[in-house]
């Protein structure tokens, strides 16, 4: 399952590299931080896969970056997971 979640991930990854410079690094830098999350056990595989719907509004994406303190991004990621759009 991990190794499966692991090439998910990397698949994802290379879906924000086809977007626009501008809106890709900050969708692969938020992404990142889920996945950090995920990899540290915070959060588990379904946030993993539903946070690439999220953060297709880079401005979700850019929020996450702006929360600089992990405990306030886990309670935004939180919130987000509540209302996936």
Known sequence: MSLAMTEMAQGF???ACDNPP???KAKRDAYKIVEGMWKAGEVGGNVLLTTARIFQDS???E?????????IQKTYLDDE???PQ
């Open 13 to 15: 990854k290379t879906l």
């Open 63 to 71: 929020m996450l970056l702006n929360l600089e303190d992990p405990r």
């Open 22 to 24: 501008v809106e890709s």
């Open 81 to 83: 997971m509540k209302h």
């Open 59 to 61: 401005t979700k994406a």
